[in-house]
């Protein structure tokens, strides 16, 4: 079945839902999304996101915090467009109804968090990404343009280039974006959707290690489609392990890191506030710092967590600054306000990803790729804590300016596009290698391609995961598709992208720190692949 429209969006969180309602102004829009719309890493979002808003903060003083986090890599003018445009989009997003925390006197409340010289994070309580989420999807819900199409699984972009190669007769001047492939999960089968253009804002990779404060979608989907459609990639080493994720079972639930910023202190098992040996800011010194700091000392002592304190703090400040948090780890028997809580680094954020300008323009015509997915050149190779809310909002507006003038110059000339051909494909009855190879890619970035790398390892989880990527590429094509296997393809491809931008990179800079390489080049470049 083909459903056409004038532009497509895959994905709900905060990135795909402002950048379908400002697109829908001029367009119809369908956001296509592979569970229910609240499915998002936007919705775990803590902190809050991070702009110049106080009369004692100063744009220059952001800019020079981002650079400096971003170890080099960023790209500067990027930096100042995106800092400098975040008062007018939080005042959008106010508008919208977020209403962010303030103190008692009326001011906004601000946050501080690792790496900022100021507070500068606004937030609703702990659970920014939520309200943000929940303002959004009330406009969109009610957009008469905009189509919501849910439990629809992007597969693959549909190009001119893919068509040509299959023998179609099309236009093959360059690569076009003429629709998508989508499984519908609902109704277990493959649909083409037909637009002339489609904006990538599918998020995040976390699920490729084997432990990530991400939910279950950020699975690399958008990453992996825009490599296979031929747009180019960049910085894909560049990945932050959050400092302080709650260590407890399996799940790694995040502790923000303005638990720090309020005064939260990390100790070792044996009660030392370590993080003074090992840098002049102290527990607010930059994520990579404090990761790799916290990974140094469970890896002396042989222990599995180190401690994060904040429990000389009254219950009650703790209870309105960090409601989310306090009743979460007293669900898991921790009391905040009484004991220290226990922590590990884990997979929080990818810095790297689809290379774009600020409008969110890919080198492919009809291609956009904007928030997590999406890399501009703002993070660098680290990114500065609650700027990557900020990037979103900002380049989802941006975007929007960027499709418009696309779609008017390029009135639709979509050819007829080809069904999906699913052949004498059979149900996979073989699931049991789904969950292993699964189970064996997170486990071999985990332990391979983490905090601290070397070139011994990259070049082991490279054998690996090339041996699953050939495993797996066969199992793709023998077997119907369904969700699990379309996101262990793209996790697979994803991993691959990561060692290979690790094993360019010789030498240790921002989130990259590897053993063989510990000093910087002298001169910052970026990783790329494909295109
Ligand atoms: C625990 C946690 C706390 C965070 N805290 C902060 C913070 O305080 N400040 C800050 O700035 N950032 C924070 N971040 C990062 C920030 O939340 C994300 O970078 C941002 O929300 C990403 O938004 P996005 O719209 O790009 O992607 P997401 O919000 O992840 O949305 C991606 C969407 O794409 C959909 N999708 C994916 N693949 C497909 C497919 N194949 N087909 C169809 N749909 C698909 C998903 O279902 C989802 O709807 C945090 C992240 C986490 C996990």
């Known amino acids: 079945m083909e459903h056409r429209f004038d532009f497509l969006v895959i994905g709900s969180g905060v990135a795909g839902l402002l950048f379908a309602l400002k697109t829908a102004e001029h367009s119809r829009v369908a956001i296509v999304t592979k569970k229910v719309l609240t499915d998002s890493n936007t919705v775990y979002a803590q902190g809050g996101i991070a702009a110049v808003t106080s009369d004692s903060d100063d744009f220059e003083l952001h800019v020079r915090d981002t650079l400096e986090a971003g170890d080099g890599l960023c790209d500067e003018s990027v930096v100042r467009t995106i800092i400098n445009e975040g008062p007018s989009r939080i005042q959008e997003l106010i508008d919208l109804g977020v209403r962010f925390s303030q103190l008692e006197d009326g001011r906004v409340s601000l946050h501080k968090e690792g790496g900022h010289s100021k507070r500068r994070i606004l937030h609703v309580q702990d659970l920014t990404g939520k309200a943000i989420e929940t303002a959004l999807l009330r406009s969109v819900e009610s957009h008469e343009r905009i189509t919501l199409l849910e439990h629809v699984h992007a597969i693959d972009l549909i190009t001119n280039r893919k068509l040509a190669l299959r023998g179609h007769q099309v236009e093959a001047n360059g690569t076009r974006i003429l629709g998508l492939y989508g499984y519908d999960s609902l109704k277990e089968q493959v649909c083409t959707f037909a637009a002339p253009a489609v904006m990538l804002c599918t998020g995040g990779v976390g699920q490729v290690y084997l432990y990530t404060t991400n939910p279950p979608i950020a699975t690399g989907d958008g990453i992996a489609m825009a490599y296979r459609a031929g747009a180019e990639i960049r910085n894909m080493e560049c990945i932050q392990f959050h400092p302080t994720a709650l260590y407890s079972g399996e799940e790694r639930f995040l502790i923000s890191e303005a638990v720090r910023g309020e005064g939260g202190t990390l100790r070792n098992l044996d009660g030392h506030a370590f993080m003074a040996d090992y840098d002049r800011r102290g527990d607010l010194a930059p994520r990579d710092v404090v990761a790799r700091a916290i990974d140094s000392e469970m890896k002396k ?27 979460h780890c007293l669900g898991q028997g921790i009391d905040i306000s009484r004991e220290p809580i226990p922590v590990v680094p884990a997979m929080h954020y990818l810095c790297g990803g689809v290379s774009t300008n600020l409008c969110g323009e890919t080198g492919l015509e009809g291609l956009y790729a904007c928030g997590e997915v999406a890399c501009t050149g703002l993070h660098g190779a680290n990114r500065l804590a609650s700027n990557s809310l900020l990037e979103a909002v900002v380049t989802a507006h941006s975007g929007a300016g960027a499709v418009d003038a696309y779609l008017r110059r390029n009135p639709d000339r979509l050819p007829d596009l080809p069904e999906w051909v699913d052949g004498n494909l059979q149900d996979s009855d073989e699931r049991v290698i789904l969950s292993h190879n699964w189970d064996e890619l997170k486990r071999t970035m985990w332990d391979y391609v983490g905090i601290v790398r070397t070139t011994k390892r990259l070049d082991r989880a490279r054998t690996r995961i090339r041996n699953l990527k050939r495993e797996i590429h066969d199992y793709y094509w023998n077997f119907k598709v369904e969700p699990g296997l379309l996101e262990l393809r793209n996790l697979v491809e994803v991993a691959d992208m990561i060692i290979t931008c690790a094993l360019q990179r010789k030498e240790s800079r921002g989130l990259h720190y590897t053993l063989d390489y510990p000093e910087k080049m002298p001169v910052p470049v970026n990783t790329r692949l494909g295109s």
């Open 301 to 327: 002592a042989g222990t599995r967590h180190v401690f994060l304190d904040i429990s000389d703090k009254p219950l009650a400040f703790l209870k309105e600054r960090f409601p989310h948090i306090h009743a």
